[in-house]
């Protein structure tokens, strides 16, 4: 396998009355990624295109078994994988570019099928282990896994009207050679100009395009003619799996679902908040904050250079150097209606951080009974 990878694209011509789904940066989660197959009806009658980032940062043993998963799933005709940047680990970790970033995914990120390799084989990694010996064992181990990797294309054309991409392409007719340009594209649905035909991309999750509300749902960008569907699963807190539909290839109808894995409750009353002046969504980064007050497991806090306050459960504050960061934050609470659903990402005190219709938010906790609560 080259480290180098030459953008493979791949031109289909499928039936026109069929229904289509788009799903991408499952990242290893193969509960929720079988849950969505199940969630949308997926059958032999619809074709399934899967963006990318399968795998890596899933819980213990799940990114290898999505991917064994996903290379039986792939068999079928109607369903087609394609490459993502964390796809990639087997190309540009496994052989590693150097001994530092073999050992930044195997002991600082874990979440990473090279430490479900190292269960396989029975492999301890250390700081201090042979790591030629251990891609060895993999390599002759499982060729297989390689092989999938490989052959998965980086650009799919269908009917010469829709372009899938795991990144984004700034211009179709002149498409980067190296697929890594392709793979990881941030910021592509911000910064890209005008598609002359349908793009449907993931890698960036749609929540970080966003300073107002926390929305992890797809955006439909009809100016600039781009579909960015990553739900940020297992990446954003409250991140989800975006199923996007599109009804067939004669009515260009798009419609999405998502699911996600948090535990869900049915609102039990009306609750309403005002709305802020302003709308405010911190996303990720180096954040710095002013830290104004206290209330049990919630700081209320101002980003410097701004005049808007929000409240931010305590772990998702940092200090650094007498400094304060926060990496995940909403100024949003979510006025609801009885026996409206909602999925409750943490529950705190006072406050609880929800999810509604893809808006992450808060509500007062409460308003959630714990016998009422379902996984």
């Known amino acids: 396998m080259n480290k180098e990878k030459e953008t493979k694209i791949l031109y289909l011509s499928i039936p026109t009355d069929r229904r289509i789904l788009f799903m991408s940066d499952i990242h290893g989660d193969i509960k929720l990624f079988q849950q969505a ?6 059958s032999d009658r619809d074709y399934l295109f899967v963006l990318g980032d399968m795998i890596e940062k899933g819980d213990y043993l799940d990114n290898i078994a999505m991917l064994d998963f996903i290379i039986k799933l792939n068999q079928k005709p109607n369903v087609y994988f394609m490459s993502g940047n964390c796809d ?22 874990q979440k990473s099928i090279i430490n479900d390799l190292a269960y396989r084989l029975n492999y301890t990694l250390s700081e201090d282990m042979d790591i030629e010996d251990f891609i060895q064992k993999v390599q002759q181990s499982y060729p297989q896994y390689y092989e999938f990797i490989d ?6 054309f269908i009917n010469d009207t829709l372009v899938l991409v795991h990144g984004g392409i700034e211009d179709i007719t002149q498409i980067p050679k190296q697929s890594i340009q392709v793979l ?9 100009k005008p598609q002359p035909k349908t793009m449907i991309v993931g ?26 569907i990553d739900g ?14 599109l009804d067939n290839l004669q009515k260009m109808n798009f419609s999405f679902e998502c699911v996600d894995h948090y ?5 039990t009353e009306n609750i309403y908040y005002d709305h802020p002046k302003n709308l405010f969504n911190i996303c990720f980064g180096k954040n710095e904050v002013n830290i104004i007050s206290k209330d049990l497991d919630f700081y209320l806090i101002q980003p410097i250079g701004s005049e808007d306050l929000l409240w931010v459960h ?5 200090k650094k150097e007498h400094k304060y960061y926060c990496y995940d934050g909403s100024n949003t609470f979510l006025s609801l209606k009885k026996g409206e659903e909602i999925s409750i990402i943490k529950k705190a005190k006072p406050y609880s951080l929800i999810k509604h219709n893809g808006v992450i938010g808060l509500i007062e906790s409460k308003y959630i009974y714990e016998d009422l609560l379902s996984s």
């Open 184 to 192: 990881k594209f941030d910021r592509f649905l911000e910064v890209s």
């Open 232 to 245: 940020g699963n297992n990446i954003v807190k409250g991140g989800q799996i975006n199923i996007v539909m």
């Open 37 to 42: 197959l199940d969630h949308v009806h997926f």
């Open 263 to 267: 535990p869900k409750y049915k609102i």
């Open 203 to 228: 890698h960036y999750p749609t929540r970080n395009y966003r300073t107002d509300i926390a929305s992890v749902n797809p955006i439909f960008d009809r100016r600039k003619n781009i579909i960015s």
């Open 88 to 109: 990639e680990v087997f190309r540009f970790i496994l052989p590693p570019l150097d001994k530092d970033e073999f050992l930044y995914y195997a002991l600082d990120k």
């Open 314 to 318: 305590e772990e998702f504050i940092i």
């Open 151 to 156: 052959q998965l294309p980086d650009v799919i």
